[in-house]
């Protein structure tokens, strides 16, 4: 009996030992070898065109910069802040828990931190002057409560401050690393 040689199956994937062993380029070599190449990577907009980012039309004066960066973009800005201290803030623990599952930068979830502890200071208060529950035997229950929702917001706005200085000094691991409230 004569058998044909097997026809070669271009559809399969490769075996294992030669996609194990074979060297793919980092995505940064890529980025590079693009830019190098003159061609402008993926969500780049010409700097002629404006960037829309939250509202706000941004226009890029010099073409050589970047409009905002894998580093900036983990940061966040003052506005996303202020937003999610806000958010937080009037919509008090739920806004606190959405904010926190939503937003993936370090300006919105200390800002959400941060307007978490005023509502805790603020529902404090409503509470204690609105029912009978404050007695004179546990008004520094009220005070101490108080007080942690304080400490809260203000350590969140000194640690987002802070954060916002270093932020350049900082390596990547580091700045997602942050994210997480270290």
Request: charged share 15%; aromatic share 14%.
């Amino acid at each position: 009996m004569n058998i044909p040689p097997p026809q070669a199956d271009f559809l399969a994937p490769p075996p294992y030992d030669v996609a194990a062993n074979s060297k793919l380029p980092t995505y940064e070599e890529v980025q590079r070898e693009k830019q190098m190449a003159g061609e402008r990577p993926m969500g780049q907009v010409p700097s002629h065109q404006p960037t829309f980012t939250a509202f706000v039309t941004v226009e890029t004066a010099d073409p050589g910069t970047e409009p905002l960066d894998h580093e900036n973009s983990l940061l966040g800005t003052d506005v996303m802040f202020m937003t999610s201290f806000l958010v937080a803030f009037l919509f008090n623990w739920i806004g606190f828990l959405l904010l926190m599952c939503f937003c993936h930068t370090v300006a919105s979830r200390y800002g959400a931190l941060a307007g978490f502890g005023l509502s805790l200071a603020k529902w404090t208060l409503i509470v204690k002057q609105s029912t009978d529950l404050a007695s004179h035997d546990n008004s520094w229950l009220w005070w101490l409560i108080m007080a942690f929702g304080i400490l809260i917001c203000l350590r969140a706005i000194i640690q987002y401050l802070n954060i916002k200085r270093g932020w350049r000094l900082l390596s990547g691991t580091a700045q997602e690393r942050l994210l997480f409230f270290y």
